[in-house]
């Protein structure tokens, strides 16, 4: 069989701290020797690889963008340097690559061809909120977005507290910062006032929040969460 | 309102590679000043410490246990320094504390006494087999184990073989080493032929092994996980 390259799944930092909070030393030394890389952004990506001290000039080094605007059809080309022997790696806008993000579209094609795939060591905002929401981390999911209209919104929300009771699983999800503060009204308002919610905001980072209250407590505070980044954990 | 000190959740290494690969150097440096523990076993934990540096004398150092011999009676002493104003941190046998681990208990207890909790950066096989999967990361599930009588086995896996395809969801779990391959043979023998498994196997170790392939193309081929430590996925 014919020898691949390797692809690297490098995460990103999740915050404006110091890269070394985050990211590995030896994850960084493995991402220096690369010279071809799938980010969501390319201008970015450089930005992040000089900051972990990438100092290779940059045009020897190959970038493919893969995010909404990407033609389907364009995507396999990407694996090219793969197929002659050569490193690669997927680099996230933040956290990890392919956990709420596309790049599992490019992992899938490099697992139908045999080509090795190997995951960093990196932050992950949801499980960072798990672990510090004093929730059930033997069973939980995370399901990305609600629906953005208010009656399909009102049945997933029903529908994850259903799971909370019914399979004992935390339900973790997500919103565009600037819904955040209607979504956590629409939870307090509708939501069994016994269950739990954790809203983590800015992980990582120096503004940092993270509390769990019943939905009960939580009518009686606000959380300041409008345009910061943020993960709503519910369980009972 | 009384100062208490933050409650650290501190990732351990998950295989026996150099620590270097999966705790950033900034999460040492936060671990470094601290003298009260909440471990799984301190045997272990002591060991974990002095690898990545810790050189205080344990002579000055509180370990408590936490794990199923704990009397649940006994957990809220654990909280003392944290209310003395004096910084403690959860480690975890192995990857992510209060992931796939007791810890959480902990956590629900500091959560309520407004005690902060700060999440650590470190290394989780189940994002990292999620990562390294080509599934959906978009939306997925941790279930922990599946029951191990083998008509509620059954029942289990046929659960998650719906959600696959009704929410579009990756279903993750793990088994006992020592009964992997029985249950690889199970999936194997029961699911439908075109669902994806994804079989990770020593994730972050020199023994890494991931392969995503359908139920079909697993007949054909035998994974090797007897006794290693693997992370089971499957998609559509």
């Known amino acids: 069989m014919k020898q691949t390259g ?3 799944l490098l995460p990103n930092t999740i915050s404006d701290g110091g890269w070394q909070n985050s990211i590995p030393d030896g994850v960084r030394d493995q991402a220096l020797p690369i010279r071809h ?16 001290g990438f100092n290779t000039d940059f045009n020897e080094v190959q970038f493919f963008e893969l995010n909404k605007h990407t033609l389907e059809q364009d995507i396999p080309q990407f694996l090219q340097a793969l197929k002659a022997n050569l490193d690669m790696a997927i680099i996230s806008e933040s956290g990890l690559p392919c956990v709420a993000d596309p790049g599992n579209i490019v992992v899938a094609l490099a697992q139908q061809q045999n080509i090795r795939v190997v995951p960093l060591v990196g932050p992950s905002s949801i499980l960072m909120s798990l672990m510090a929401s004093g929730f059930n981390g033997q069973n939980f999911a995370f399901v990305g977005y609600l629906p953005i209209d208010n009656g399909q919104k009102l049945k997933a929300l029903k529908q994850l507290e259903r799971k909370i009771f019914s399979e004992n699983q935390t339900q973790i999800f997500i919103e565009a910062p600037y819904r955040n503060q209607k979504l ?3 939870i307090v308002q509708h939501s069994q006032s016994n269950v739990k919610m954790c809203i983590a905001k800015e992980i990582n980072g120096p503004k ?3 509390k769990t209250k019943t939905i009960g407590e939580w009518k009686k505070q606000k959380a300041d969460i409008q345009k910061y980044n943020t993960i709503f954990l519910l369980y009972k």
Do not use: G, Q
Not at 41 to 51: D, M, V
């Open 184 to 186: 956590f009204e629409f």
């Open 6 to 8: 390797t692809l690297y």
């Open 208 to 210: 940092e929040w993270i």
């Open 37 to 52: 890389f799938i980010v969501e952004n390319i201008r970015t990506a450089r930005r992040y690889l000089r900051k972990i």
